[in-house]
């Protein structure tokens, strides 16, 4: 139980001491960096050049490197360092980087007499931490953190033994979770190159008596089923029939649609035609046909059971075989390479890229006999199973370490 304002709800046994508190002003200082145009900015390392660390170093998906040449000292920061973004997306903490940082941050300079790095870093992340950072910053269009708010933070830390102690706990949950990262990570690209091969028939399955399956069709979307686009939309009037609605971004986040989790779908009012026409069962294909980008361009989810009184948003489009697929096999099919690479290529538009239904209808697919198709999505979904189990173990240590850390700071 929390016996003093001043002590964590849970503790190293061997500690006993009440932490210390002080305002960030009376601990830290802090500097902004530096902004250079993208004009005068360097996407590969020449000689004299320093690492530029701005907005876009910190996301995942991004593949541009900037360097600078001759940055002034105080922009300068080594690993040891710890930066934080002031405006923009306020709070995010970023250490063990070189380089020169941009405006966007703060550097933090510390007493490591005082306080241990990584006892601070966790300090910034604790989720408290991160939302008074939120609230100094303003609700404007582009929140901005200012030197003074900054300081204002109250901060209560134990000594540096104990500091020590906590953050290589806390480390330790961190390399657990990177580890499980890795092999996810790992996991994926071993899918996405084994489905190269199997879709290229560079990998064959054999029956269960050990003999070939005959040779792949090829056929076109148009010749295995047929597309079908929707009137129904968000729109609603009360001598209509309520219904449940599978919208674009049900498709584009992969949800698992069913009778038992329609409750989670937008529930909107339809007329008894567009009822009949827009209706869902057990082996639909809804694609999303437009975009910002020709490359985001037909995410799909395969209906695995009769929907009741569902139906399909027209933002989407509705496939619908007329020959016998596998489940599973019309799931991983409709999202090889070489499908959605054509997709992409018929896509038209200039700040939205649609696909029509003549051309969604043009698509090449290869189709392997029905047998082969559930030798390949078996094959492939213990691949999903095993992904879906680390994402399931990182979601949970997760958890676990924000518990700790609520109840390991003050």
Known sequence: MKMENKVPILRFPEYNSEWQEAKFKDLLKINQGLQIAISERFTKKVEGSYFYITNEFLKESSKTTYYILNPPQSV????????????????????????????????????????????????????????????LAGTSTIPDLNHSDFYRIDIIYPNLPEQTKIANFITAIDKRINLLQKKKTELERYKAGIMQKIFNQEIRFKDNNGNDFPDWEEKTLGEIGSFQTSSVDKLSKDDEEQVYLVNYMNVYRHENINNANRDKLQVVTAKENQIKSSGL?????????????????????????????????????????????DLLYSHYFCNIPSVLKQLSNFATGSTRFTISVGNFSKVNVNLPS????????????????????????????IKFKQGLLQKMFV
């Open 281 to 325: 069962k057990k082996g639909d294909i809804l694609f999303t046909p437009s975009s910002e980008t020709p490359d985001d361009i037909g995410h799909s989810v395969v209906i695995f059971e009769d929907l009741v009184n569902t139906l399909f948003s027209y933002h989407l489009m509705r496939f619908r075989p007329k020959i016998k697929l």
């Open 370 to 397: 029905f047998e082969e198709q559930q030798k390949i999505a078996n094959f492939l979904n213990v691949i999903d199973k095993s992904i879906e189990k680390l994402i399931t173990q990182i979601e949970e240590t």
């Open 76 to 135: 300068l920061c080594s690993e040891d360092d710890i930066l934080m973004t002031r405006t923009g997306n306020t709070g995010q903490v970023v250490t063990n980087v070189s380089g020169a940082f941009h405006n966007n941050f703060f550097k933090i300079k510390f007493d490591s007499n005082i306080l241990k790095k990584e006892f601070l870093v966790y300090y910034l992340r604790l989720n408290k931490t991160q939302n008074l950072l939120l609230r």
